[in-house]
């Protein structure tokens, strides 16, 4: 493979380099327990279908961010024949979710390596910012990022160009032609490197079939090496 001289990298936060698919178990199942509701792992897997589909909406932009947050669990409790407060609900599940930042294997290594290389590498999730920075920050990978957007702060989210406007704007290099998103989101990550005109790199650990085609397709982030 010919390398292209690339010197900025986007990196997509959640399932990417976060493990966010076991914090969102983990908390779920935590959030419910302590509000008495059912919380096996039966409602958890419902509940993350729901959830996935209410930010493709937000990403599509048919919804509001706000609405997210309290519609997830009002859907997912009319689903179970429950009914729950889903103010309080919501703000448990945020203090719950924000105390998960399991890594994905390989995370630090690649990030550590390619910062090593002197990359400049920037944060890029469409997650909340409280959240998020704790996440970054309690995981230990702060120090790898030159520059952190969370879609919150930047008032406009993946896959929208104006969103990697924003993010090219805090970064020193600004051709499009050197920099690389690094993501495992088809409808936010792939599609918005092609609505942003940016090289992309979907990391699709499961063999997934792709809507959006990337520029470059991996299993492991180790297999970041042989692009970068």
């Not at 309290?70 to 689903?79: C, D, P």
């Not at 063999?207 to 297999?223: C, D, R």
């Amino acid at each position: 493979m010919i390398k292209k001289c690339y010197t900025t990298l986007f990196f997509d936060l959640d399932n990417t380099l976060f493990d966010f698919s076991l914090a969102e178990n983990r908390a779920i199942k935590r959030t419910l327990l302590i509000n008495g509701l059912p919380n096996d792992e039966e409602t958890a897997r419902l509940y993350s279908e729901i959830n996935r589909s209410y930010w493709e909406k937000y990403e599509r932009n048919e919804i509001k961010k706000q609405e997210i947050f309290e519609g997830r669990f009002r859907t997912l409790f009319e689903k179970i024949g429950v009914t729950a407060d889903t103010e309080k609900i919501s703000k448990d599940y945020f203090v719950e979710l924000s105390a998960g930042h399991d890594l994905i294997e390989g995370a630090n290594e690649i990030l550590k390596s390619l910062k090593d290389k002197n990359y400049f590498i920037c944060a890029t999730t469409n997650g909340v910012s409280m959240t998020q920075h704790r996440r970054i920050k309690d995981s230990g990978i702060k120090e790898f990022f030159d520059v952190i957007c969370v879609s919150e702060d930047a008032g406009c989210q993946k896959p929208d160009k104006e969103y990697f406007d924003f993010v090219i704007s805090k970064c020193p290099q600004k051709d499009k032609g050197k920099m690389l998103i690094i993501g495992d989101s088809q409808s936010s990550d792939i599609l918005g490197g092609i609505n942003a005109g940016i090289d992309t790199c979907w990391f699709n650990p499961s063999g997934n079939k792709a809507k959006y085609k990337p520029t470059y397709e991996i299993k492991t982030l180790s297999e970041l090496h042989n692009i970068l």
